[in-house]
């Protein structure tokens, strides 16, 4: 099957940036600050969870793959979970499990992520990633590049967009992303 034209791509792009910046929040909305999440990002968030609170993220990704139909993959989902450490409970640490990521001695995935707040409920980011072989025949290196936004819709529940396109032609030609975390 042939890639889909330009004309798809710049619509979901349309589509996502007009969510993503049509979307206000109310008038009387707490001052919400950062979840931490990643579910819809490459690069896996730093940040830890409160004692005492669980983070719950779930995401799926449709992918135009270079040869055959698009596809989706399996929704990934992620629980973190705030315990504390140390007699005192003074320091946190958090423990995550994940679904749908998959890893080899085969391959190197490298990434980096740039966040920024645009306001205390929404922020942008931009992400490069890439899956590389290592130490195979036959190498094979497939860069990717990512803009994406996550806003609060209220102080505990978060929505992530994004869409990124692959650098050559090994590389999945454009993939968009979704997903959803609540704190409780």
């Not at 589509?15 to 929040?25: E, K, R, V």
């Not at 036959?138 to 529940?157: E, I, M, R």
């Not at 978060?158 to 992303?177: K, Q």
Request: charged share 10%.
């Amino acid at each position: 099957m042939p890639p889909r034209p330009a004309s798809h791509r710049v619509a979901v792009v349309a589509f996502l940036l007009a969510a993503s910046l049509g979307t206000a929040a109310p008038s009387n909305a707490e001052d919400a600050g950062d979840l931490g999440t990643d579910c819809d990002a490459f690069t896996p968030c730093t940040h830890t969870v409160a004692p005492g609170t669980f983070l719950s993220e779930g995401s799926s990704v449709s992918i135009d793959i270079v040869a055959g139909f698009p596809t989706n993959n399996y929704p990934e989902y992620i629980l973190r979970v705030g315990a504390t450490t140390g007699s005192s409970g003074a320091s946190a640490s958090t423990t995550a499990w994940a679904r749908g990521e998959t890893s080899s001695p085969a391959w190197r995935s490298p990434s980096v992520v740039l966040r920024v707040p645009c306001t205390s409920r929404w922020e942008v980011h931009a992400e490069w990633f890439g899956n590389y072989t290592a130490g195979l025949p036959g190498a094979t290196s497939q860069p990717f590049v990512s803009p994406g936004t996550h806003y609060l819709l209220t102080k505990n529940l978060e929505i992530g967009l994004r869409v990124g396109w692959g650098l050559n032609g090994t590389s999945a030609p454009f993939f968009s992303d979704a997903g959803l975390a609540w704190r409780y």
